[in-house]
Every structure is written in structure tokens, then in C-alpha cells.
């Protein structure tokens, strides 16, 4: 039989199925050996069907019959259930280690560093549903009119995204347990990484201003880390220093068609809480957006473009030594990260179900998230790599390519039939 032009490319670039077929076995003498349940899930996943009786569905007579053949829903949550997340965050990083390998995280902005991202993203929040994984909240809901105090079931993770290359590539996941902070949770996942991916595999991490901490940035430096986070009121001392310092004219302008900007550079500003100096950069930006607006004229709505800029300002503080670098590149850094709020997580979590609660039972979710988004970083990397650069025309998108996966699978059947 024909391969499936996917599978190919990873069994090419990854040596994929022998990887796959290393992974340990978590149940005993299972009548549906572990690859086969990952290639459903995976498979279905980069096809972008969400819910696992969809995979069921779609195993049973549908686009996966001729490849995986049945496989039921209950097969397939408990072997989700009973497997390691570790053998899936390895195999993440043998595919990050690779990519590195090939060139396909050099970016033509960030002077030869690889910059990763670093946040939190909460999934599969509900009333009912509950696994020993869960995190619980106390909310306030109206029912019948009457404000009832209710226990909420939720779920969040870490994720650790490069962010320098031309998409979005995840790089490791994790989920945060009960009682832990989303800070001590990523910590938690970047010494993991650190520990598989070795200390020079990303240069410098970009977060939001939850992370400007006195511990968190130290645990980043013995890293081997380079940093630039968002600065707010959260350090109150250190942000009121830097807008009595940047109080004058600003170092830098550049204004272009699409928009204003204005930088202030404080290459030492005392950190007290820290004892330490750091540097900050602040930036004033005008987006020349426009909005469109309805007036009437002889009673007839007319819609015309009126010029309505946005207007920001960020402060980031760093630990980037810039030596003769302009510190531009520190805006550049700190706008970096808005790709994984704006693009990764929306795709992630609309096209690739990642809200979907199916097999809510203890543990499972965490494993079907992992496979889910390791399904999503290869299909974009193969989106890129192989469908939009090879594309004489205009490329589909990248919700059309999975659709094209699935009736690849089923020409497949066709082919060998
Ligand atoms: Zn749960």
C-alpha cells in the first residue's frame, strides 16, 4: 500500500514509525498494541477530528478504517489512561531536536538566537466532569434566577512555544497541578526541557508580566537563560522607576505606512526587590488602523473608512546583554511573543479541539493533549516545509490540508483495493 504522503515525510525527516514503535507499552498484554492507538490518535488529530468518539467513528468505517482498522472509544481512553506523558514529551523533543538540526528554527530577525515563549492556557473548564487531574474553583452562578455558589472543574497548562521562527513551534507541554502556580508549572516544564534539550537549545525566553520574579528569573539564569518579560504594576517600584526615567524624549523613532513607534532604552535600572540592575526598554506605539463607519445619506447607509489608530505602550525588562546590538531587537523580542496568544493557542485550541473534554477519566486528557498538539506542531511544520512552499499556486489553508489528509487516507483504500 501507498504510503500516506504525511507519514512519509515523517518516517523521511524523523524516522517516525521506528520512534513511535519504541515507546513503552503502559498496559499489559493489550489486545491493541500502544503504536496503533497513537498513530488513531495522532492520526485523527493532524486530520483535525476533535472528540475521541470521532476516532472511534472514523476508525470504525470511515477515513482511518483502512489504515488503523476498529478501534473503540474505550480502548483508547484507557490506553491513554495507563500511558506516560514522559514517553510523549520525549518523543516531542527528539522532533524539536531534529527541526533544530534541519535549520527549520533559524528566523531572519532574531541574530541567530532561538527565542521561545512561555505561558499558560486553561482548557476543558466544567461543572460536572471531574478526574483526579482536575483543578477545582469556586464560582458564582445564577440558576433560576438565584445566585448559587458552584464548584467549577478546570484544567491548565504550560506551554513553552518557539516563537523566532515563521510559525509557532511547541516545543513541551505541561499540566499544572493542584496547588501550583502557572509560574511554578512552566518553571517545572523548562527544566524538564532543559534537562532532554540541553542548555544552548533555546537562547532567550519571552513571557508576560507574571513572570517578572525575583525566583523565577534567577531559576531562568542558572538556565543558562537570557530573558525579556513584560514589565507592569505587579513590580511596582521597578515599573514607577522606569516611567520617571524614560519622563524625556525618546531615544528612537521610526514611523512607517503601517505605523508609529517610539523607544526609550535604560540599559541599568535598580531592581530592589532583586538587589540587582536590569535593563528595560519602553515603547510607544501608534498602528495606523482604520474602522469602518455608516452614515446616512438620502436614507441610505453609505460605509466609509475612518482613520482610528490604536495606541500601546510596553515596558520590558531584560537580562539581553546587547553589546552593539540596537535595542530595537528588544521590541522585537517582546512582540514575538503575541504570536502564540494570537496564532498557536487559537488554532490550537479551535481546530485542533483542544477544549474538547473527551475522556475526562484520571490522566487521559494529559496524554490525548500531548499527542493532539505534537500532531499539530508536525502538521504545521509540514504545512510549511512541504505544502506551502512547494505550492505553484495559491497554497489551501491549513484547515483545507487536513481535510486533504483525510481523503488521502481514503484514495489509500482505493489504491490498494
Ligand atoms: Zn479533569
Redesign the pocket.
Known sequence: MRRHQFEAYLDKVFDWTAQVATMAEGRQNPTHPWPKVFDAVFLASACQFGPVHRVEAECRDGVLHKRIGPLSEDTVGYALQRQSPEEVLDLGCLVARQLKRNGVLRSDWARGRVVAAVDGIEI?SSYC???E??LERTVARKVDGKLEEWTQ?Y?RLSAVTVVSTPFPIFVGIRFQKSGETEVACSLALLQELVAKLGKRFVDILVADALYLQTPFVRALESLGLEWVINLKDNQPDLAAEAERLTNRPADYRDANAREELELWHLPEVDWPVADRLIGVVKTGRVQNANRVAVRKQDDRPIREKQPAPIVSTNYYATNVDLGAIPPFFIHQLGRSRWVIDARAFQTITTDCHLKQPSV?QSGA?VVLTMIRVLAYTLAMVFYFRQVRSHARTTPPSFCQMARQFGYAFLTLQFDSS
Do not use: I, K, S
Request: net charge positive; charged share 10%; hydrophobic share 20%.
Open positions: 476543558c466532569r471531574c478526574c487531574a482536575c472543574y484544567h475526562h486528557l
